[in-house]
T-cell receptor, first 119, second 116 residues
Framework: DAGITQSPRHKVTETGTPVTLRCHQT?????MYWYRQDPGHGLRLIHY???????DKGEVSDGYSVSRSKTEDFLLTLESATSSQTSVYFC??????????????????FGAGSRLTVL | AQTVTQSQPEMSVQEAETVTLSCTYD???????LFWYKQPPSRQMILVIR??????QNATENRFSVNFQKAAKSFSLKISDSQLGDAAMYFC?????????????FGTGTRLKVLA
């Protein structure tokens, strides 16, 4: 998990409550991602960020919002959690280091994952 | 939109034998990256191998190699001399270069069992 930390790692909550997952990186990478992993669906992109305050939707963005106020932190918020959002959530980072011209490694590096259970 | 398909939900291989995991993708782009990631029971996602579409030579990493067929849009992973530690979920992934979106699209995964 070098350079990427997700918190919390495990959370149990009730339907209708707000939940925020945090992703913190020390690699100074430009791109950050949130995925969810569910059996039979693989990893599906929720949202991603291509810079501070620059975000875009992925394929399963409904019910989720994100924020990135500084390079190192990317927050995923479930405004009102539902049982269908029970999942394992992965943060990932990629590519260009902020402020440099090089293209970066062009691979995804993942955090350890956060297991969220919505009762 | 690009899609990635892994048609084998589960595969088994005897220890020390060779196994091939299949991946196909759909894209109209000419330049992109393809990846294989491994997810052992620890849940950590680990990069196995990467292929640039503009390179004709198949990528290799020790016991792991790919068969990249650009025209057929096929990207299979071959694991030689399989070891117990290779047991994991394997995900194929695609990332566009042409569009510049930096989105990584994943398949649904193949669970590999290694039999002693």
């Amino acid at each position: 998990d070098a350079g990427i930390t997700q918190s919390p790692r495990h959370k149990v909550t009730e339907t209708g409550t707000p939940v925020t997952l945090r992703c913190h990186q020390t690699e100074n990478h430009r791109y950050m991602y949130w995925y969810r992993q569910d059996p039979g669906h693989g990893l599906r992109l929720i949202h991603y960020s291509y810079g501070v305050k620059d975000t875009d939707k992925g394929e399963v963005s409904d019910g989720y919002s994100v924020s990135r106020s500084k390079t190192e932190d990317f927050l995923l918020t479930l405004e009102s959690a539902t049982s269908s959002q029970t999942s394992v959530y992965f943060c990932a980072i990629s590519g260009q280091v902020m402020g440099l011209q090089s293209s970066g490694a062009n691979v995804l590096t993942f955090g350890a994952g956060s297991r969220l259970t919505v009762l | 939109a690009q899609t990635v398909t892994q048609s084998q939900p589960e595969m088994s291989v005897q220890e020390a034998e060779t196994v091939t995991l299949s991946c196909t993708y759909d894209t109209s782009e000419s330049d992109y990256y393809l990846f294989w990631y491994k997810q052992p029971p620890s849940r950590q996602m680990i990069l196995v191998i990467r292929q640039e579409a503009y390179k004709q030579q198949n990528a290799t990493e020790n016991r792991f190699s790919v068969n990249f067929q650009k025209a057929a849009k096929s990207f299979s992973l071959k694991i030689s001399d399989s070891q117990l530690g290779d047991a994991a979920m394997y995900f194929c992934a695609y990332r566009s270069i042409d569009s510049g979106t930096y989105k990584y699209i994943f398949g649904t995964g193949t669970r590999l069992k290694v039999l002693a």
